[in-house]
Nanobody, 123 residues
Framework: VQLQASGGGLVQAGGSLRLSCAAS????????MGWFRQAPGKEREFVAT????????DYADSVKGRFTISRDNAKNTVYLQMNSLKPEDTAVYYC?????????????????WGQGTQVTVSS
């Protein structure tokens, strides 16, 4: 599967953005999907994950209550709605796909990665 992330940009603290990740191929619905982020000089970290049918989700503690992951299997797209953004959310955000039946929060579970989209939150 090939992944294409979009929707990043510059936003003020407290604002919102919605990231999208479009997947190619007819097997999108079989994949657990996730979002990760990487700030300059830091490791890539888990943000959110969603099961193949959208029935289960999990989030990093740092984004719980502010970010929402969702997916539309008919459109082969996964979303990340980000509200109440903070300067510390500034990073390149990556979507990823894992070929497994359970939620994935570990980077090495994901075999497929998009190219990343920059999110910058100004104070």
């Amino acid at each position: 599967v090939q992944l294409q992330a979009s929707g990043g940009g510059l936003v003020q603290a407290g604002g919102s953005l919605r990231l999208s990740c479009a997947a190619s191929g007819r097997t999108f619905r079989r994949y657990v999907m996730g979002w990760f982020r990487q700030a300059p000089g830091k490791e890539r970290e888990f943000v959110a994950t969603i099961s193949w049918n959208g029935g289960s989700t999990d989030y990093a503690d740092s984004v719980k209550g502010r970010f929402t992951i969702s997916r539309d299997n008919a459109k082969n797209t996964v979303y990340l709605q980000m509200n109440s953004l903070k300067p510390e959310d500034t990073a390149v955000y990556y979507c990823a796909a894992a070929d497994q039946d359970y939620l994935a929060i570990v980077r090495t579970d994901y075999a497929y990665w998009g190219q990343g989209t920059q999110v910058t939150v100004s104070s």
